[in-house]
């Protein structure tokens, strides 16, 4: 069969979006990883699966699935494509949809001038919602590495899990190796996406985020909201201020200044569609 597709990117961060509301697509891993495959496949970060609404609070399911096959419960580049290719393909014609993914509803708002704004919920900081193995939340946790270096950072879920380093030269930090160790690490029973990040002031910070299951990207929107929660709770970050990837530029707003603050993470950035095509998939 024929497998029609999506290829959808912001800010870098790239992605292959299909439309499961009509036909169901359930994908197994090593399918996954030929899809993702940038030589022989269609080639992206993670697979973005457009579901049918699972209950009457939302109006689509929202699966993503990372380039080594493995399911994530969250991403923030994904859900601003989400929504543009929903409007795009005729399956809403509102500007402002509920999602539901693994781990989480969310809002999302497609703007006039084409950027989409997202909710993104409340970061949680209890060691089980993240998850990790630490006896109770903190702004920042040291971990022992296996080289017996260790590193010092802030955890937390945005749906999925984060730890946030800070880096004096963001350019050289150790991204791919620290990142790589931390996926095996007894910390994090379920792996962790793992960010650097460079304050360039109270309202601008740099980062480059390691995200488990695809490497380092060009961008990771859930990344920028972790980002922006460790610079808040540091206090080193105002409650609105814009975080640079190398893909590009987000804006974040977080009221919160603690671990024990509820406040929503509001994100704000581009989406755009690269082009339209088909695969041959077994049937």
Same mark, same amino acid.
């Given at each position: 069969?024929?497998?029609?597709?999506?290829?959808? =990117?912001? !800010?870098?961060?790239?992605? +292959?979006? /299909? *439309?499961?509301?009509?036909?169901? #697509?359930? $994908?197994?891993?090593?399918?996954?990883?030929?899809?993702?495959?940038?030589?022989?496949?269609?080639?992206?970060?993670?697979?973005?699966?457009?579901?049918?609404?699972?209950?009457?609070?939302?109006?689509?399911?929202?699966?993503?699935?990372?380039?080594?096959?493995?399911?994530?419960?969250?991403?923030?580049?994904?859900?601003?494509?989400?929504?543009?290719?929903?409007?795009?393909?005729?399956?809403?014609?509102?500007?402002?949809?509920?999602?539901?993914?693994?781990?989480?509803?969310?809002?999302? =708002?497609? !703007?006039?001038?084409?950027? +989409?704004? /997202? *909710?993104?919920?409340?970061?949680? #900081?209890? $060691?089980?919602?993240?998850?990790?193995?630490?006896?109770?939340?903190?702004?920042?946790?040291?971990?022992?590495?296996?080289?017996?270096?260790?590193?010092?950072?802030?955890?937390?879920?945005?749906?999925?899990?984060?730890?946030?380093?800070?880096?004096?030269?963001?350019?050289?930090?150790?991204?791919?190796?620290?990142?790589?160790?931390?996926?095996?690490?007894?910390?994090?029973?379920?792996?962790?996406?793992?960010?650097?990040?460079?304050?360039?002031?109270?309202?601008?910070?740099?980062?480059?985020?390691?995200?488990?299951?695809?490497?380092?990207?060009?961008?990771?929107?859930?990344?920028?909201?972790?980002?922006?929660?460790?610079?808040?709770?540091?206090?080193?970050?105002?409650?609105?201020?814009?975080?640079?990837?190398?893909?590009?530029?987000?804006?974040?707003?977080?009221?919160?200044?603690?671990?024990?603050?509820?406040?929503?993470?509001?994100?704000?950035?581009?989406?755009?569609?690269?082009?339209?095509?088909?695969?041959?998939?077994?049937?």
């Amino acid at each position: 069969m024929s497998l029609r597709f999506s290829k959808m =990117q912001g !800010l870098g961060n790239d992605f +292959v979006v /299909v *439309d499961a509301t009509r036909t169901p #697509f359930q $994908p197994n891993p090593d399918q996954l990883r030929l899809l993702t495959d940038r030589r022989f496949g269609v080639g992206c970060d993670q697979v973005l699966v457009v579901d049918p609404a699972p209950d009457s609070d939302v109006d689509f399911g929202y699966r993503i699935y990372n380039a080594d096959g493995s399911q994530s419960g969250q991403c923030a580049n994904g859900s601003r494509c989400f929504v543009r290719f929903v409007r795009q393909h005729g399956l809403t014609e509102k500007s402002q949809i509920r999602v539901r993914t693994a781990t989480a509803v969310m809002d999302l =708002q497609l !703007l006039e001038d084409g950027r +989409v704004r /997202v *909710d993104m919920g409340a970061p949680r #900081f209890a $060691p089980e919602e993240i998850p990790m193995r630490v006896p109770a939340a903190a702004p920042a946790h040291p971990i022992v590495l296996a080289d017996g270096s260790t590193v010092l950072g802030a955890a937390l879920s945005v749906g999925n899990p984060h730890f946030v380093i800070e880096s004096g030269d963001l350019d050289g930090a150790p991204v791919t190796a620290i990142g790589e160790a931390l996926q095996s690490h007894v910390a994090f029973p379920d792996r962790v996406n793992v960010g650097f990040i460079q304050f360039v002031g109270r309202q601008c910070a740099r980062l480059r985020v390691f995200e488990r299951g695809s490497g380092e990207t060009l961008a990771c929107g859930s990344g920028a909201c972790a980002a922006m929660v460790a610079g808040r709770l540091w206090g080193r970050l105002d409650a609105s201020a814009a975080i640079e990837l190398r893909g590009g530029t987000l804006e974040l707003q977080w009221a919160g200044k603690d671990i024990h603050a509820a406040d929503p993470i509001w994100m704000t950035g581009p989406a755009e569609s690269v082009f339209e095509g088909s695969i041959e998939w077994p049937s």
